[in-house]
């Protein structure tokens, strides 16, 4: 079995946001990036399908040379190989045509990705990329196993899970759950070495236009005083929910 696991460079959550330009452009300055959190848990499933069933693994990102350390990280954490689509993610649906030429050319079995990325929340690479490989697709993925060329997955939806079972090739939008999040892994300085010797293979880009652009950038609105309210005090309590509040 082959696998591609899609990969995020996004700043890690602990980071100062800043932008310039007249709030038109991200700045990196300073920024920590890391792996995404939700292709985290698809790359920890991807070396478990790895160490059990003999599976490939590789991974991928779309982005520019200040990608390549987010890689040879997921590289030291156990991935076979790695691809660089050489060209700026600008949005989903740029993204998801040049993954689709990655799988296509590769003949991937199943494609593992986050649901969604923690910088843009946009949750529409994976379910685009299945569409243009043509293969099955489920999200908010929470438990995957394969036998042969079967799947059972297991996804939540409102309210509870849903167990759905399903063929190759498939792609998932994984996310917290799809391993526990104890068995996530740290590269070790065995795995570090590795890495350096595995392949990262830059691929040009495929010709492709965005179909969205970011125009604005804009921060959430700093939290506004707070008043205090003694809790044996419920008369003032009530009478500033209905004269300031307006709540009731």
């Not at 040879?72 to 660089?84: E, N, P, Q, T, V």
């Not at 990329?129 to 697709?137: G, P």
């Amino acid at each position: 079995m082959k696998i591609l696991v899609c990969i995020s460079h996004v700043p890690d959550t602990t980071s100062k946001i800043n932008f310039t330009d007249g709030d038109t452009k991200f700045d990196t300055n300073g920024v920590q990036f890391v792996i995404n959190p939700n292709d985290e848990f698809g790359l920890t499933r991807a070396m478990w399908f790895k160490e059990k069933q003999g599976a490939s693994v590789d991974v991928v990102n779309v982005g520019g040379p200040e990608t390549e350390p987010t890689l040879r990280k997921a590289l030291a954490i156990g991935a076979d190989s790695a691809i660089r689509v050489n060209t700026e993610a600008t949005d989903g649906f740029a993204v998801a045509k040049q993954l689709a030429k990655v799988v296509n050319d590769g003949g991937y079995d199943l494609v593992i990705a986050g649901r969604e990325s923690i910088d843009y929340n946009g949750a529409m690479v994976p379910g685009m990329l299945a569409a243009m490989v043509d293969a099955n697709f489920v999200t908010n993925c929470i438990s995957l196993e394969v036998e042969g060329s079967d799947a059972t997955a297991v996804r939540e939806i409102d309210g509870g899970k849903e167990t759905v079972k399903t063929a190759l090739p498939l792609v998932i939008g994984g996310q917290k759950g799809l391993v526990e999040e104890s068995d996530l892994r740290i590269p070790n300085m065995r795995g570090i070495m590795m890495a350096r010797k595995k392949p990262l293979n830059v691929v040009e880009p495929t010709d492709v236009s965005a179909e969205t652009k970011a125009v604005r950038f804009e921060k959430p609105a700093p939290k506004g005083a707070v008043k205090l309210v003694d809790a044996d005090n419920l008369d003032a309590l009530v009478t500033l929910l209905h004269t300031e509040a307006k709540v009731i």
